[in-house]
């Protein structure tokens, strides 16, 4: 059977599933990416193919479509690609796409008897949306509604459609709930799991950003962040401002915060080439700790698992958005967890009675809780919930796959 992935990305959320049908031996799998260095991580019984658009959404377009422009740019340049390898002999039976950006807006067209799975993230609502920027009016709520649709195309479309999570379908309309079954990504919990003898001993980290390893003693408190980006979004303000007065406060404390400085999905810093990092360091000056916060860019796996395994206590903040797999990798790995408490953010550990749970908006008492916590030097652990193990969401998949190709054989 021949199956196609399709994503800007790679190999994104789609990892383990290409890779659990790509070592069977009994499928030709074909990864279409936009992403040039893809071949750099290959998996075995995948083939690499890429997709390139032929030009950029026009600047005189009017500003609500810019995304819609894109999104169809985006799906001419699959449908090209896919075109040609059909013509080279590629039978796409089933297709699984990233969908929201338009890449798999004309799938049908072309290939009306394949099976089209469309994996989606996010519908945008200005309750959340208003987050995204520093100001939101009536222009931006406008915006934001004809933002959705690509995404309401792509999922019209579908034969079927995937969310990972119920907070992430509760955005989408209710008519269209009965297309979207809920899967997660998946967290291996065979790598991301706890080390009950990690605080005995002494560990060494290191991220790009660094020149020599972070070296953590059994004796020093870690309290650790981990972003794709330094941004309002994932409270990093909030964090960055309350990590400057706890350091302050512990000399044996040690703040490590893995990831890069810059905005992936919100808004600049007023200045500092719209840096938040640099923003906030810059208005607190001098303070006492200051060389003990450490930012070391994004890390190896080994690494950063590490990290979680061994911090005094790991902070997740967020506002109401697409949550982030690192609290899923934290909550697996045992972290000892300090979260803002949103319906993005609930029924993720095992036990919520574990997490220490704070309000991104009342940064006083924020700075209160973490404190107290870190001198209480607790020792209880987080755990995963088994829905979110990789093991069930390769089940789920399967399960998935398999009744939409009984479905398919019964209509033939």
């Keep these: 059977m021949d199956i196609v992935f399709i994503h800007h990305n790679y190999p994104a ?12 031996g009994n499928h030709r799998v074909i990864f279409l990416t936009n992403r040039e260095d893809a071949s750099k991580e290959p998996i075995k019984g995948v083939e690499i193919k890429h997709f390139e658009l032929h030009r950029n959404a026009n600047p005189q377009t009017h500003h609500y479509l810019i995304a819609t422009e894109k999104a169809v740019l985006s799906g001419q340049a699959v449908i090209r690609e896919l075109h040609g390898l059909i013509l080279d002999g590629l039978n796409p039976e089933i297709i699984i796409s990233h ?3 338009g890449l798999g807006l004309f799938i049908k067209d072309l290939i009306p008897h394949s099976i089209h799975i469309g994996f989606f993230e996010w519908y945008f609502k200005p309750e959340t949306a208003k987050w995204l920027m520093v100001d939101f009016q009536l222009n931006q709520k406008l915006a934001t509604r004809t933002r959705n649709l690509p995404i309401l195309e792509e999922l019209n479309s579908c034969d079927i459609g995937v969310v990972p999570t119920q907070w992430q379908k509760k955005q989408f309309p209710n008519v269209y709930h009965h297309k979207l079954k809920i899967i997660f990504d998946g967290i291996d919990q065979n790598f991301f799991n706890i080390d009950k003898t990690i605080d ?10 660094n020149d020599k390893d972070i070296i953590i003693q059994p004796k020093e408190k870690i309290l650790s962040y981990a972003t794709r980006g ?19 406060e512990f000399d044996n404390l040690k703040v490590i915060i893995a990831g890069r400085d810059r905005r992936a999905y919100s808004y600049d810093a007023p200045n500092i080439n719209g840096s938040w990092k640099k923003y906030i ?10 060389e003990r916060i450490i930012f070391s860019g994004l890390m190896p796996y080994a690494h950063y698992k590490l990290l979680l395994q061994r911090s005094n206590l790991h902070c997740y903040f967020t506002r109401p958005y697409v949550t982030s797999w690192s609290l899923f990798e934290a909550a697996s790995s045992g972290a000892r967890l300090c979260v803002n408490k949103t319906e993005a953010t609930s029924g993720i550990v095992e036990s919520d009675k574990n997490v220490i749970w704070v309000d991104l908006d ?6 209160e809780i973490v404190k107290t916590n870190l001198r209480q030097e607790s020792t209880q652990r987080n755990s995963l919930r088994k829905e979110f193990y990789l093991a069930n969401s390769m089940k789920q998949w399967g399960d998935l796959i398999n009744s939409q190709i009984s479905k398919k054989r019964i209509i033939e």
Aim: proline share 2%; net charge positive; glycine share 10%.
């Design 230 to 248: 330094m941004e309002t979004l994932r409270g990093f303000p909030e964090f960055l401002n309350m990590a400057i007065e706890c350091v302050q």
């Design 99 to 101: 969908a929201g950006m």
């Design 281 to 290: 360091l810059e208005k607190h000056g001098d303070f006492l700790g200051q």
């Design 362 to 367: 009342n940064q006083n008492k924020m700075i």
């Design 200 to 209: 005995q001993r002494s560990i060494r980290i290191r991220g790009e950003e």
């Design 13 to 24: 959320q789609f990892k383990h599933l290409a890779a659990a049908l790509g070592k069977t």
